[in-house]
């Protein structure tokens, strides 16, 4: 296992104020200190090579995670190995072997063109004149970004940073990269070209990457087994479109009709999620399917019929909506 | 040892790119680039001019002369570029860094954590203008004194430059180290570089006890003072002694600090 985490806490403190001058004032003699758990106690095992996902909403402790597993953090309790090092010795040999790439801090020189700090990281990883010109050249033709290299940062735009982020934080090879929300804020098209590089890069390297997104569709494109995490605590592990296992194993029929039918129609077959003119969308019980099926095309005017799963992001919802009722009520 | 000097070298040759890249990156913006080297050649000139002011005002402090004083006063104004276009540019970044989370990546990086976060940046105008200052202040007093040009007295005035060096590094960034614990350390900054300003004069301009207390307590006037005593032979061997052990103390004082401070780093939310 390249990434060993067990029982692995991170508390922050800090104190609330309330609204105006007057508190303002209150609280320069006295601040109540407060604890947030940020991570609780998770636990988990990546092997090499894998592609993980970490997914969950804001502040649910993927960040800190990663934070922790880099050495930036140190962690409150617990215990990890990462590349058989504790991280948060930062030890030289250990950061020769990872990289980070967070999508909301830069390293390059924001005044300069990206190739001068790309060959500052070169020194920095000790990384030999020709294996730089080899990857280097690699990177930005897989990246598409050979052109831009001699245009200052500052003049890129989001996208075409942060392949040049990806290129820096690349060029020492590493065997295993955090990727802290890389595609954060780019349009359609740059999303799926560092997706596409990613698992190439996963295959070609076998580098094993963890990844921490808001977008499903980087999670459900790249990898194979997710780690969700909310309000500090591992919610799921496993694969992704397994997520609906935990529930009442619902599915997805949508229709397409020659005529038009009312509400009432419909929900005589089960719960109406969608009606628009002549497209419907149905939720049914998993294991009365094949029932409602036949019934649906014997007594309504179909035209087109499909069956799917319940789509992931709702199943994810229902887990944070589980997780936060339980909360609640303890 | 031979980890310990490939690994000298390679920061060195990392800080000679940090000092690259800091120069090209102010070069990008031409108009400014240029416009600040104009504007520090007029304060090379105002600074130049206090040679005639020492001249002109004729004054002895304890005995010494305006020739002695302009040594003190030039390598004032030389470590004050050092300083400011060295060091300060960084220290004031770092509390910076500290608040908004900005050492997260440089603290994945394989070279030191705190070389990285404390020298990256250089600012070419605000070091040249006062080095070239007080070089030139300094030949000019070092003539007129007729002190010998020997290995030894350029040697160790020069070693003492470099030692005074790592002690304004250390005695300065100590205060931004709290920005560790308290996030914003700016008042407490502020008052330490006004300490600054003890060393425009030679010490022996104050009392036996503040000067004590400026070289053992609080040792600021060791930074300005002890490289011109040694050049005019006028350094006791206590002080001397105190300037050889001194950057070593200082040194270790912040790494121990730099290393628990970096304990409490708590980052910042994304």
């Known amino acids: 296992m390249i990434i060993q985490v067990e029982h692995l806490s991170k508390s922050f403190d800090y104190y609330k104020k309330e609204l105006g001058l007057k508190n303002s004032i209150k609280n320069l003699f006295h601040r109540e200190k407060l604890t947030k758990a940020a991570v609780r106690e998770i636990s988990f095992e990546i092997a090499e090579g894998e592609m993980i996902g970490f997914l969950g909403p804001n502040g649910a402790g993927k960040t800190t995670t990663l934070k922790m597993l880099s050495g930036i953090l140190h962690p409150t309790s617990g215990q990890a190995h990462v590349l058989g090092y504790v991280p948060w010795e930062r030890k030289k040999a250990f950061k020769m072997q990872f990289a980070i790439v967070m999508g909301q801090k830069a390293q390059l020189w924001w005044d300069l063109p990206a190739n001068e700090s790309l060959y500052l990281n070169k020194c920095i990883y000790e990384v030999e004149d020709k294996a730089y010109q080899s990857t280097l050249a690699e990177l930005t033709e897989l990246l598409d970004v050979k052109d831009l290299l001699n245009v200052q940062v500052r003049r890129l735009s989001l996208g075409e940073r942060m392949k040049m982020e990806l290129i820096a934080a690349l060029i020492h090879r590493p065997k295993l990269i955090f990727l802290d929300e890389p595609t954060i804020g780019l349009d359609i098209l740059s999303q799926k070209k560092i997706r596409e590089f990613l698992k190439y890069y996963n295959q070609q390297r076998h580098a094993t990457i963890v990844l921490t997104s808001h977008y499903m569709a980087d999670v459900e494109n790249l990898c194979k087994r997710a780690i969700i995490i909310n309000q500090g605590q591992i919610v799921f592990e496993g694969d992704l479109h397994r997520v609906n296992d935990l529930f009442a194993q619902s599915k997805i029929i949508k229709l397409q009709l020659s005529n038009t039918v009312t509400h009432a129609d419909l929900a005589a077959f089960g719960e109406v999620r969608e009606l628009t003119g002549l497209n419907a969308t149905l939720q049914v019980p998993r294991t009365q399917v094949k029932e409602i099926s036949k019934a649906i095309l014997d007594q309504l005017p179909v035209i087109d019929f499909n069956i799917e799963d319940v789509p992931v992001e709702e199943g994810i919802a229902l887990l944070f909506q589980r997780r936060e009722a339980g909360h609640a009520l303890a | ?270």
């Open chain 2, 1 to 270: 040892m031979r980890n310990l000097l490939r690994e000298l070298k390679k920061h060195f040759l990392i800080y000679i790119l940090f000092v690259k890249n800091s120069i090209m990156a102010q070069m990008e913006y031409r108009f400014n680039f240029i416009g600040n080297l104009a504007m520090e050649s007029g304060y090379l000139l105002v600074k130049l001019s206090y040679v005639m002011v020492v001249y002109r005002s004729n004054v002895t402090i304890n005995g010494l002369t305006p020739d002695a004083i302009l040594l003190f006063i030039g390598t004032f104004v030389a470590l004050t570029g050092v300083y400011a276009g060295m060091f300060m540019i960084n220290m004031y970044g770092l509390r910076n860094k500290i608040k908004d989370g900005d050492l997260d990546i440089i603290l994945t990086k394989p070279v030191s954590v705190q070389f990285m976060a404390t020298l990256r940046q250089v600012d070419l105008g605000l070091f040249s203008v006062d080095v070239i200052a007080g070089a030139v202040m300094v030949i000019i007093a070092w003539n007129r004194l007729g002190i010998p040009v020997t290995f030894l007295t350029i040697g160790g005035y020069l070693g003492f430059i470099a030692l005074s060096c790592v002690v304004s590094y250390c005695l300065f960034l100590l205060p931004q180290i709290l920005s560790f614990w308290l996030m914003n350390t700016s008042a407490i900054a502020e008052i330490t570089d006004s300490f600054w300003d003890f060393n425009n004069m030679p010490m022996d301009i104050y009392t036996n006890w503040i000067k004590q207390i400026g070289v053992f307590v609080l040792p600021i006037f060791v930074i300005t003072n002890f490289p011109p005593m040694f050049a005019l032979g006028k350094m006791p061997p206590a002080y001397m002694a105190w300037a050889l052990v001194l950057p070593f103390i200082l040194l270790a004082v912040v790494r121990a600090a730099w290393s628990k401070g970096l304990r409490s780093y708590s980052s910042a939310s994304s």
